[in-house]
């Protein structure tokens, strides 16, 4: 009869010594994740005419939950919607969340849940981020991780530049520059295309790259990204540039110079995104900074548990249950040999 007590309690143990740890590690992860430390570039606020989005592949069933980046602009009155399609921005509606996030004093994840899409599991998936009701702008910005390396990195500036057309130079600290972003108050494609110049002031002035921004294209308080094919050997060359917008324009600056981010190299891309999207135009070279949720399922928690952990996690179940017998023995030992 002790004997068998002695077995019945080491086998508890060793259950609850496995299954508790595994049922609160397992149930605490998203199903995909996409972050950066630190967050440097954010979108600017969420326009109805470009609505900042993203394409993403769902790995479990039961997608029920995203979550978003977002850092307050103004006013903490405003409203948002999330809606959720199928496939791409253009696919169908499968859901539709409002919600009031509130003042958020630093960038926080804002959660849309939804009734669960049971079967999610491999399918792709765009949400998209809209001011709440019939506004047309919300003072809320979605976070960015751009696809490569930060090199010139200006904090956001005091002063603002009222022109339309801007022009300045910097040296290139990186190899592969492939994208520059500028600080706008406000920037937008309504009065026509913004134009963008890159020049190569170590080879007397020669233009490297020009392009376009996509129409409609609105930026209000946060950053303009003109991206472009890498340009090789770039690290410690001078480069000029000019932007030109037929609108109204309003750019950030310090000391009277536009505030700018350097961009350079690609990075290595998921598998699982496909890269946001501004109102219909898709933008590959970024991701939105997100989480997705499914429910719960123990036979994928226990895949992707053996697929991280690997030999470590039978070493460390084989160590847990050997403890965990060496105790019994300890605690249950037989006293009537005394």
Known sequence: ????????????????GLVLPLWLGLTGHPDLSVSVRPLRTHAGAIQRDAAPGQTFRCEGQGLERIEVALVSLGSPEDGLELVLR?????GEVLRRVSLY????????FV???????????????HFQ??????????????WIRFHGQTGRDDPWGETSLHEQVVRNYFQSPLGDLRALGIACEFLSTEGGAIHFE??????????????????????????AFFDFEPV?????????????????ARFNARFGKPTIKTLHGVAAELSSLRGMSS???????????FQTWTSFDWERGLRLALARAGWRLWAAIACWAFAVYALGRFLFRDTRAE
Do not use: C, Q
Request: charged share 25%.
């Open 1 to 16: 009869m002790l004997r068998t007590s002695k077995l019945i309690w080491s086998v508890g143990l060793i259950l609850i």
């Open 86 to 90: 199928a496939e791409s921005v253009k």
């Open 101 to 108: 996030p509130g003042e958020l004093t630093a960038p926080e």
């Open 111 to 125: 959660s849309f849940s939804f009734e669960p899409i049971e079967e999610s599991a491999g399918r792709w998936f």
């Open 129 to 142: 981020l809209l001011p709440n009701g019939e506004r047309t702008i919300a003072n809320y910005s979605p």
């Open 198 to 223: 890159l020049w190569d002031l170590d080879d007397g002035g020669k233009t490297r790259r020009e392009l376009t921004l996509p129409t409609p294209s609105v930026v209000h308080n946060g950053y």
């Open 232 to 248: 090789p050997e770039s690290k410690g060359r001078n480069y000029g540039y000019r932007i030109k917008s037929k609108g109204p």
């Open 279 to 289: 109102g219909n135009h898709s933008l590959g070279s970024r991701d939105l900074v």
